[in-house]
């Protein structure tokens, strides 16, 4: 069985904070991917990421990034200099290497206020 | 444009009324899923089907049914809507089980 936990139900900050969301993972295959999914207020969901399990680098994009700990199977996302934009859930979700399941957490409400 | 469409987008029914939301992917993919959505419990896998004629349960199927007899076809049925069921339901499609899922825009579904 696999599952994935987003400790932080709700966080708000105020623009131009850093923000960090929370995602460990469990699961017992030694190959398999992360995602972090964007769900914005318009309903649609955005990938924003995927890494699997074998590439433990660190990635930056603008102001996002990642940091894939598999010692402590987390997989947490950092927004730096948040936005009003930025508003949205955020979902981390695992799918294991040569299989249909695909696990997702129940999701990060991020606020951020001007 | 490379899409996952899902209809309808919004359906009110009532219960024991069977109904079928459609998705089609026009990418060729070879994985299609069906989630649904509710307050509080992310996205909760359905079925998902890994190729042609090959699906799946997946986290939560009951209640559901699904057929995949053509790649780029994945209806989901519900031949006994129950209020339970009212839900927001996504579809989503990948190349392979392991990539990434492109989703549908979902369809809001309310069950009386």
């Known amino acids: 069985a696999q599952k994935v936990t987003q400790a932080q139900t709700e966080i708000s900050v105020v623009e131009k904070e850093d923000v960090t969301l929370d995602c460990v993972y469990e699961?017992?295959?030694?190959?398999?991917?992360l995602f972090w999914y964007k769900q914005p207020p318009s309903g649609e969901l955005v990938f924003l990421i995927r890494?699997?399990?074998?590439?433990?680098q660190n990635e930056i994009s603008g102001r996002y990034s990642w940091n894939f700990q598999k010692s402590t199977s987390s997989f947490n996302f950092t927004i730096t200099a948040s936005q009003v934009v930025d508003s949205a859930v955020y979902f981390c979700?695992?799918?294991?290497?040569?299989?249909?399941?695909?696990?997702f957490g129940d999701g990060t409400t991020l606020t951020v206020k001007p | 444009e490379a899409q996952v469409t899902q209809n309808p987008r919004y359906l009110i029914t009532v219960t024991g009324k069977k109904l079928t939301v459609t998705c089609s992917q026009n990418?060729?993919?070879?994985?299609m899923s069906w989630y649904r959505q509710d307050p509080g419990l992310g996205l909760r896998q359905i079925y998902y089907?890994?190729?042609?004629?090959?699906?799946d349960k997946g986290d939560v199927p009951e209640g559901y049914k699904v057929s995949r007899k053509e790649k780029r076809n994945f209806p989901l049925i519900l031949e006994s809507p129950s209020p339970n069921q009212t839900s927001l339901y996504f579809c989503?499609?990948?190349?392979?089980?392991?990539?990434?899922?492109?989703f549908g825009p979902g369809t809001r579904l309310t069950v009386l």
């Open positions: 699961t017992r295959d030694t190959t398999y991917y």
């Open positions: 890494r699997n399990s074998f590439d433990e």
């Open positions: 979700a695992l799918r294991a290497t040569n299989a249909g399941k695909s696990t």
């Open positions: 089907s890994m190729n042609v004629e090959v699906t």
């Open positions: 989503a499609s990948s190349p392979w089980g392991t990539d990434t899922q492109y």
């Open positions: 990418m060729n993919h070879e994985y």
